[in-house]
């Protein structure tokens, strides 16, 4: 596990995970931070923020010299290994050591323990990706997976838990700005013809749009005059809170769609009041690229409309009437049909468990296992050769720690939801900074005081929380609560590939109030 | 020898190292337990599953005992029935078991034993009150009220062999023994992280949803199957809907991906959408700064108005949208197709990057 609080973010996966261990599987949690799972760990390696790159090549490293990768995957599966084994081959145990704070032996110890088995699963979350060389530490866990000859197994792989109960799903529909639904590209002429027939107009646009960050930062420059906010917290959610206000203040028009009045929408010019899970038939894709069906309960207060009716109704009124009229009609007469992974998928094969994409046709069971027995859908798997780069903003003299931020059980994001279920607030009310005894001790600061922490963007007053999980120099917060909301502090830097924001890692200083 | 053993008399196969209750289930022959718990190790505490095996000295417990090739079984007999009736009774004697006023009612395996063995007296003294822990309500979600435990010992296993919270044991000895959490302290100041796994294979009535208390009984709810609004991991969710409001959500058994789990979010942070703070109008900025309350017509041929606007203007990439990746596929469809096929811009994304 790499930079994963599972039994927080993603409780019941945590569970089996825990029943491996209990089943006598090793366990190895690669986190700063002593989180829970560490409990049945046979190793906690506490890495330094930022250093994923420098110690995955460290382990692959070890992996060469000692020759203990796998020969036979890595010639027959991969390409690439001569250059990725000269990168290596600057990544010495001592240099990783240097860079990642764990010890030579450690580094060692993990390499051997991984050639040990196989297949080793690799499980990571936003400790991987929210930082300025996400991508790069995306690779370098596939990197040491391709190496060990684990990718393409059942129980291997490289698995992403993802953070939203439909990101996947949101990303498999095409909401993104280079793919139409089922990852097919826009610039590509014949896709582009395929979705102008179905959709029965003359043109779509082929060069890719703009990614949400780009978009923010063109609210302010003019370039973009309209942002229509689906479901989105922006105000609360996005790096550098200030500035992005400032942003969604800058919106010629704003439209906020959503089923609560928040942050974001107090921007807005036009508020539509959605229905809510549970108020509509639909589908969710899980992490396992498992469609699942979504159930109507109840129905929605006041005027409040499902959201596909939303968009169908604006479409009306610009000239284009779509046949589509319930989500089942969308996904058995359009996305099943447009997307080719999803062409197997109906709703009337999802009535218990859901189908896992690739499912091409409808007597296809789904696909559990991409990449099955290092067949790679692109053919062969590609060993990148990687270096590692530091966070943009690191300590200094005047901010001397490191700040990292995520979620925490009780609370879900900005408690748009979870604020509102009666009873959870009573389990978690507030927000805390966390920080480690040492440095508690080193500037007397007591659990549960309220302290000022402080970065180059802005400043919240929070209680202190003391606790052996945050090692020396790191202050961990989350975003649930608006006052003392880490997202005042985090650094708008992020990976030049996916915009992925640098919430992980940016310097801040913590000083006691009085 | 094969693998056969003899079911009241009739051969019937089973797999090396399954017990005897498995190996009956799969032969057809249901045997009550109040103690089994599917995927935990069997502890043989509550007896109900007790049957006969010839040449066993007593009765045996059919969920920890392992069948044997040839194996004689019989799982009714007088024995076994005044036996497990027996059982039934101590129980019933325990504590309070008042099914009138107890959450469970209609959907309690203690409560169905009776009933199928007859029982309408108490054979047993009931324990007294003064001998029974009293119930525990101070948390927001779960009611454990040990008047009602029956000691079968589910839930230490479901918090320490399924989900492996390890939050509870079994504590004290004898006529003492209660479930407890470390140090005996309540939920809310223990290692409990309310998953609620513990409420969700209680067989009885001691472990209750405290939010659904009173809302319905399970006679009067629809059970409708559906998935998790909160992370990535896409559990399966019964939602028990009475008069189209959801009262209560358990997890769906032997669903792929959960297996009958959910989390504390999964299981108690469903009545958000019951919030009077939910947006109940569409509502359009005034000159002033604040929103007044307005029509689906006026709002959405503003906000279409204005997009056409822009585009005459500004053109089609002028405008941009991120969607959520809370809601469905199909929402997330219909907004890239919009911004795609009618305003005509690739400006669509959602928060997947940040």
């Known amino acids: 596990m790499v930079g994963t609080n599972m039994s927080e973010a993603h409780p019941v996966a945590s569970t089996f995970v825990k029943d491996a261990v209990l089943g006598g599987a090793q366990l190895i949690v690669i986190d700063p931070r002593r989180t829970d799972m560490v409990d049945f760990a046979h190793l906690h390696v506490p890495i330094k923020v930022g250093s994923d790159v420098a110690f995955i090549n460290g382990l692959m490293n070890v992996l060469i010299t000692e020759n203990l990768y796998d020969k036979k995957y890595v010639e027959s599966c991969t390409v690439g290994f001569e250059e990725i084994k000269k990168k290596v081959m600057e990544y010495p145990p001592e240099r990783a050591a240097e860079i990642s704070g764990v010890s030579v ?26 930082h300025t060389c996400g991508v790069n ?96 917290n922006l105000a609360n959610t996005e790096p550098d809170i200030h500035h992005v206000e400032h942003e969604l203040q800058s919106a010629e028009f704003l439209v906020c769609q959503d089923i609560f009045p928040t942050e974001t929408t107090r921007f807005a010019h036009v508020i539509l009041p959605a229905a809510a899970w549970s108020e509509n038939d639909g589908t969710f894709s899980s992490s396992e690229r498992r469609v699942n069906r979504v159930r109507t309960a109840s129905v929605p207060p006041g005027q409040a409309k499902p959201n596909w009716w939303i968009f169908k109704e604006i479409a009306k009124r610009m000239g284009h009437e779509w046949a589509s009229n319930s989500a089942q009609e969308i996904w058995d007469n359009e996305i099943s049909i447009l997307a080719p992974s999803m062409a197997g998928i109906k709703y009337a094969r999802l009535e218990n468990d859901g189908i896992q994409w690739p499912a091409p046709s409808e007597d296809h069971p789904g696909t559990p296992t991409l990449h099955k027995d290092g067949k790679f859908t692109c053919g062969l798997g590609v060993l990148k050769a990687i270096d590692w780069t530091p966070p943009a903003e690191v300590p200094d003299k005047e901010y001397p720690f490191v700040l990292s931020t995520g979620r925490r059980l009780y609370h879900y994001h900005t408690r748009t939801q979870t604020g509102r279920s009666q009873g959870i607030n009573d389990l978690l009310g507030e927000e805390t900074a966390d920080i480690s005894v040492q440095d508690a001790m080193a500037k007397g600061i007591a659990d549960g005081e309220m ?47 996916t915009q992925t924001a640098e919430y992980k890692a940016c310097a801040v200083r913590i000083d006691r109030l009085t | 020898m094969s693998d056969t053993f003899f079911l009241n008399g009739k051969e019937t196969p089973f797999k090396p190292g ?74 019933l004697a325990s504590g309070h078991h008042n099914c009138l006023m107890c959450e469970a009612n209609g959907n309690c395996r203690l409560q169905d034993l009776a009933y199928y063995y007859k029982i309408t007296k108490l054979q047993f003294p009931e324990k007294e009150i003064s001998d029974i822990y009293p119930t525990e309500d101070e948390n927001p979600f779960i009611i454990r009220d040990f008047s009602r435990c029956i000691l079968c010992g589910r839930c230490v296993q479901a918090c ?7 939050a509870i044991s079994q504590g004290y000895r004898s006529a003492k023994s209660k479930i407890v959490t470390g140090g005996d302290l309540p939920y809310h100041e223990s290692e409990c992280v309310f998953c609620g796994q513990c409420v969700e294979v209680c067989p009885v009535g001691a472990l209750t949803e405290k939010k659904a208390k009173g809302l319905g009984r399970p006679w009067e709810v629809t059970k409708i199957r559906t998935t998790c609004p909160y992370c990535g991991v896409g559990c399966q969710q019964w939602l028990h809907v009475k008069d189209g409001k959801i009262i209560k959500v358990t997890a769906v058994e032997d669903a792929e991906p959960n297996k009958g789990r959910l989390c504390v979010k999964g299981r108690f942070a469903y009545d958000f959408i019951y919030s009077e703070d939910r947006l109940k109008t569409p509502l359009i900025r005034k000159e002033d700064g604040e929103f007044r309350e307005a029509s689906w017509d006026e709002a959405l041929d503003l906000v279409a108005s204005k997009f056409k606007e822009i585009i005459k203007n500004d053109g089609p990439d002028a405008i941009a949208g991120v969607s959520c990746a809370r809601s469905i596929n199909e929402d997330s469809y219909q907004m890239q197709k919009l911004f795609r096929a009618v305003i005509g811009t690739n400006n669509i994304d959602h928060c997947a990057r940040t």
């Not at chain 1, 990101?167 to 590209?185: E, I």
């Not at chain 1, 999980?469 to 917060?477: D, H, K, S």
């Not at chain 2, 049957?51 to 019989?74: D, I, N, Q, W, Y």
């Not at chain 2, 320490?160 to 390890?166: A, G, I, S």
Request: charged share 20%; proline share 5%.
């Open chain 2, 160 to 166: 320490n062999e399924l989900v492996v919270n390890r």
């Open chain 1, 105 to 130: 032996d450690t580094i060692r110890e993990v390499a051997r323990r991984l050639a040990s088995v196989k297949p080793a699963m690799l499980m990571y979350t936003l400790g991987i990706t929210e």
């Open chain 1, 451 to 497: 302290i000022l922490v402080k970065s180059r963007r802005g400043e919240v007053k929070v209680k202190a929380r003391v606790t052996r999980q945050v090692p020396e120099g790191l202050v961990w917060m989350a975003f649930h609560f608006r006052e003392a909301c880490a997202n005042w502090l985090t650094n708008p830097v992020y990976d030049p590939v």
């Open chain 1, 137 to 232: 530490n995306v690779m370098s866990c596939a990197n040491l997976q391709m190496l060990l000859g684990n990718v393409g197994f059942e129980c291997g792989g490289v698995n992403p838990l993802r953070g939203q109960n439909n990101v996947q799903g949101a990303c498999d529909m095409g909401a993104l700005p280079n793919v139409f639904p089922g990852y097919q590209r826009v610039d590509n002429a014949q896709v582009r013809e395929k979705f102008m027939q179905a959709w029965n107009v003359q043109s779509l646009p082929e060069k890719p749009g703009m990614m949400m960050p780009t978009m923010m930062k063109n609210l302010t420059t003019g370039k973009v005059k309209a942002f229509y906010v689906f479901g989105e």
């Open chain 2, 18 to 91: 399954q017990m005897i209750l498995d190996a009956a289930r799969n032969g057809g022959i249901e045997i009550p337990t109040l103690c089994y718990l599917k995927g935990a190790a069997p502890t043989g505490a509550c007896r109900v599953c007790c049957v006969e095996v010839k040449g066993a000295r007593s009765l045996m417990a059919s969920c920890s005992t392992p069948v044997t090739a040839g194996m004689e079984v019989f799982t009714d007999t007088e024995l076994v029935h005044r036996s497990r009736k027996m059982i039934v009774e101590f129980m």
